[in-house]
């Protein structure tokens, strides 16, 4: 019970610097911080925390604190859109539809946008509804397949 005890206290005291630093990252990147929010959320990117995976890609598809590079943006979008994050599964959606950083793919692009358009996203809505007017029947359908079989990895969210 003791153990129990122990090992709960410390569990809840090594998740409190976790959701305070990735809090200085958000308010670090609000105020234009782009150095200091980088190293926030690389630190809790490669833990595996999918918000701050999708800054990551942010900040390499926009060129903020780091150079400029569509593929290292999708990395990070991917690893976010793998959990469910609704921003990361859109803006990989868009890369898929423009061939920004991987290669173009109008099937991939619809179910990256149907996935964040399921989780409420309204943009990814429309552009899912813009995509598959670009699309063959069977590309429709394998794109709709996909994204009926498609499951979250775990997902380490960071308040």
Known sequence: MLRTLALAVLLIVTALPASAGLKE???????????????????????????????LGVMY???????????????????????GNAGAQLNLGVMYDKGRGVPHDYVLAYMWFALAADRGDKLAAKARDLVVKLMTPSQVARARGLAAKWKPSKARQAK
């Open 25 to 55: 990252g958000v308010a670090a990147y609000k105020r234009g911080d782009y150095g200091t929010a980088y190293r926030e959320f690389k630190a809790f990117a490669e833990r595996g925390h999918a918000k701050a995976q999708f800054a």
């Open 61 to 83: 598809d926009k060129g903020q604190g780091v150079q400029k590079n569509p593929r290292e943006a999708a990395v990070w979008y991917r690893k976010a859109a793998e959990q």
